[in-house]
């Protein structure tokens, strides 16, 4: 089973330095990371940076199209209108299918703001003793939590998931 997880950081770079951290942590066989992306909003920025940040490909690999389409439904909806936003509203039903709920969306959507980053994970295996125990009190972001089903998962996959 697989959980999808957001971590908000108070710093623009802190979701930068957790995924680093993670990384480490991964090679030890503490986390299995299966793909992750990040939100970046420097101050004084209008909008947030949103990237893939790891190359996944494979098992468990979401792939840029998915991640494209939950930060549009983020962070981008308010500038395009009325249209887009009926077609969000398609977007975030489309998500509840996958555990992402409109509870989930508002909730980033109120915490991710200007001067905060954000590191969306998808993982497998996680020993969370450890995982807590390698962040300083000072990198621990705030945890937001969706756990998927073994069907949302595949749903997921099969709607978002790079070819394999």
């Given amino acids: 089973m697989s959980a999808l997880t957001v971590w908000k950081f108070n710093t623009a770079e802190g979701a930068s330095k957790a995924l680093s951290k993670l990384e480490g942590l991964q090679k030890q066989q503490v986390v299995q990371v299966l793909d992750a992306a990040i939100v970046s909003w420097p101050q004084g920025r209008k909008r947030p940076k949103t990237y893939q940040a790891m190359n996944t490909v494979g098992a ?3 792939g840029g199209a998915f991640w494209g389409m939950l930060f549009g439904l983020l962070f981008f909806t308010p500038l395009f209108g009325l ?5 969000a509203g398609a977007l975030s039903g489309k998500f509840t299918d996958y ?3 409109d509870n989930f969306i508002s909730d980033l959507k109120s915490k991710v703001v200007e ?3 954000a590191l969306f994970l998808l993982t497998g295996q996680v020993t969370v ?7 300083d009190q000072d990198e621990k972001g705030e945890l937001i939590q969706s756990n998927l089903s073994t069907e949302q998962e595949a749903k997921l996959r099969e709607d978002f998931g790079a070819e394999m």
């Fill in 60 to 62: 468990g690999a979401l």
């Fill in 83 to 87: 249209v887009i936003g009926v077609a």
């Fill in 99 to 101: 555990g992402i709920n």
């Fill in 115 to 117: 001067g905060t980053s």
């Fill in 129 to 135: 003793d450890k995982v807590e125990a390698a962040f």
